[in-house]
Nanobody, 118 residues
């Protein structure tokens, strides 16, 4: 199983980024997907969830209304569109694959750095 995140970078407050997570090595369309993030000195926290078909999505309160998770099962890829970024969104963002409706899976990517700073 290989999970590769991309799309991170340095942006100013209020700007946008779109993260991508490409998955290979298992049947992507049967995997629930999640994004997590970890800021310096803090524990990893859940950010967003999307169901296998992409019908159900959930978000942490801190990003609700600003972030959108989506997936393209034909491309084995999940996305995280991040708008109106804030300095507190600065973190390494990780993609997680598998799991149940209430628990993450065992597969993680290496992470992509997002830095929001003026």
């Amino acid at each position: 199983v290989q999970i590769v995140e991309s799309g991170g970078g340095l942006v100013q407050p209020g700007e946008s980024l779109r993260l991508s997570c490409a998955v290979s090595g298992f049947t992507f369309s049967t995997a629930r997907m999640r994004w997590y993030r970890q800021a310096p000195g803090k524990e990893r926290e859940w950010v967003a969830y999307i169901s296998m078909e992409g019908i159900t999505t959930n978000y942490a309160d801190s990003v609700k209304g600003r972030f959108t998770i989506s997936r393209d099962n034909a491309k084995n890829t999940v996305y995280l569109q991040m708008n109106n970024l804030k300095s507190e969104d600065t973190a390494v963002y990780y993609c997680n694959a598998g799991g149940t409706t209430i628990s993450p899976g065992n597969y993680w990517g290496q992470g992509t750095q997002v830095t929001v700073s003026s």
